[in-house]
């Protein structure tokens, strides 16, 4: 499977059928996904952690490359995956990059936050250009933008998010991911920024179809499939102490 694959699922696609990305923990979730017929998938770093054993965030980077080559050997190759890879783990460009094509992914999702403050954007931007010259057109490269998640709110948030943005797509990303964007700002942003717009869904927010019809190229869930599917094990669990 080639980054082209993926790269080609992100464009033309019409509002209210955007491309939804499950998030697998493991090699089960994973075959869950893919056998349910989702055309690729993008794993979460929060949920990887979880069903690791790690609080998010605190996942040893060895591990975390580890349990993303178990997700892509458990789905058929015609499948692509992506990696979510917070910050990159203080790895240098050349490095990152060789790390992430071992597991097999043909995507990144690489935020520009570390320890709860942003990265100055030029800086990340820079980034952003090492990465795309090391990996060539190898690797799907979604940004994600911390603006929102950071506290921002407004219209000073969403003007340091287009900011951000452009300098991202300038740098070489393929995709951007304004987090916790409110869903209102999405058509703005959309119409902003020239690459494919990834949102999340939140239990408490639009569905998938309806953040397509705001302007979402590309659907992710983070953390929360995995918290679902953990909600589901208590209620087993608490059935059998019961029981």
């Known amino acids: 499977m080639t980054a082209s694959v993926l790269r080609a699922l992100h464009h033309d696609r019409t509002p209210g059928d955007p491309l939804v990305l499950p998030g697998p ?17 993008a794993t979460p770093s929060g949920g990887v952690a979880a069903s690791l054993g790690y609080e998010d965030g605190a996942t040893p980077a060895a591990e975390m490359f580890a349990a993303v080559a178990r997700i892509v050997r458990a789905v058929p190759a015609a499948v692509p995956v992506s990696a979510d890879i917070e910050a990159g783990y203080g790895l240098a460009p050349g490095e990152l990059v060789e790390r992430l094509l071992e597991t097999g992914v043909v995507g ?13 954007a030029e800086r990340q931007a820079d980034r952003l250009a090492e990465i795309r010259a090391v990996a060539g057109d190898s690797l799907f490269v979604n940004t994600r933008v911390d603006t929102y998640v950071q506290g921002g709110t407004g219209e000073e948030a969403e003007t340091e998010t287009v900011r951000r943005a452009l300098l991202y797509v300038a740098a070489g990303a393929d995709c ?22 990834n949102a999340l869904a939140r239990p408490d927010g639009p569905a998938p179809r309806r953040l397509g019809e705001l302007g979402a190229a590309r659907i992710t869930f983070g953390a929360g499939l995995q ?17």
Not at 25 to 41: H, I, K, N, T, V
Not at 108 to 120: F, H, M
């Open 25 to 41: 923990w493991d090699a089960a979730s994973a075959r869950a996904f893919a056998d349910a017929g989702f055309p690729a998938l």
């Open 108 to 120: 990144c999702n690489l935020e520009d936050s570390a320890d709860g403050t942003l990265v100055e």
């Open 176 to 197: 951007v991911y304004p987090i916790m964007a409110p869903p209102e700002a999405l058509p703005r942003l959309a119409a902003a920024v020239p690459v494919p717009l």
């Open 227 to 243: 918290r679902r599917a953990m909600a589901a094990v208590h209620e087993i669990a608490d059935e059998l102490r019961k029981g």
